[in-house]
């Protein structure tokens, strides 16, 4: 499986972004989807995940109330809506794959990662 990761870009603060993540695959629909993030100097970090068909959808405390994950698996694609950014949001945005299906928030339980999507916030 490949994934595209796009919907980057630059923000005010208090502004909203939307990512998608695209997969090229025939088994897209049986994956747990995750986003992560990474930003310059730190690990990176759990975002959200949804399971296959969305029994599970986990989110970290940080993005909680202001991040919602959703999947459309008749286009093969993940998205992370972000509302009422904050410049600590700003880091690269990775999209990942588990094929699993394990609602996990530890990155090498996932076997797919996409290139990453720059987001930032300004003040």
């Known amino acids: 499986v490949q994934l595209q990761a796009s919907g980057g870009g630059l923000v005010q603060t208090g502004g909203s972004l939307r990512l998608s993540c695209k997969a090229i695959?025939?088994?897209?629909?049986?994956?747990?989807m995750g986003w992560f993030r990474q930003a310059p100097g730190k690990e990176r970090e759990f975002v959200a995940v949804?399971?296959?068909?969305?029994?599970?959808?986990l989110y970290a405390d940080s993005v909680k109330g202001r991040f919602t994950i959703s999947r459309d698996n008749a286009v093969n694609t993940v998205f992370l809506q972000m509302n009422n950014l904050k410049p600590e949001d700003t880091a690269v945005y990775y999209c990942?794959?588990?094929?699993?299906?394990?609602?996990?928030?530890?990155?090498?339980?996932?076997?797919?990662w996409g290139q990453g999507t720059q987001v930032t916030v300004s003040s």
């Open positions: 990942a794959g588990n094929r699993a299906n394990r609602g996990s928030y530890v990155a090498s339980e996932y076997d797919y």
């Open positions: 695959g025939r088994t897209f629909s049986s994956y747990a």
């Open positions: 949804r399971s296959s068909w969305g029994r599970t959808t």
